[in-house]
């Protein structure tokens, strides 16, 4: 069992979108007994709420599921049990490296997975409300990523 833990400030829009546009890529290759898909946000600012309203939209206009969603901060528990921790900007990338121990052999950053796109950072749609613009780089550095695991790994 994989566990991977996407990171983001808030944990409503652009770490929510990863977590649930992997759940639906492993599902469809049938691989949910192989890995454990989870989100969190470095701030705590949203625990206990659900998504944002565009990424909540943007999940339901491609049909990939998002039930149960309630946002929470990361902790060490959380760092520990994860084999990845993949954060969606800079700040968040020396956030977990900062506040958090044994995260360095671990810890990467989402666009490593979809350089081809050119962008250092996920953009935040909190900010520029650009939901599209989040889920391109999101769906494809997701699909790299998987790809990525399952060639590195023996054991799936």
Known sequence: ?????????????????????????I????????????SAGTSGE?????MHFGTKNK????NIEHQNFVSKKLTQKLCDESDFIITMDNSNFNNVLKNFKN????????????????YNEVPDPWY???FDETYKIISLACNNLLDYILKESKTI
């Open 1 to 25: 069992m994989k566990k991977i833990t996407f990171v983001c400030l808030g944990n409503i829009c652009r770490s929510p979108m990863a977590e649930f546009v992997m759940k639906d890529l």
């Open 27 to 38: 599902k469809k290759k049938n691989l949910q007994n192989k890995f454990i898909i989870t």
């Open 46 to 50: 949203h625990d206990g709420e659900g």
């Open 59 to 62: 999940l339901t206009n491609l």
């Open 103 to 118: 995260t360095q052999n671990k810890l990467l950053k989402m666009t490593d997975f979809a350089s081809e796109l050119g």
């Open 128 to 130: 520029s409300g650009n």
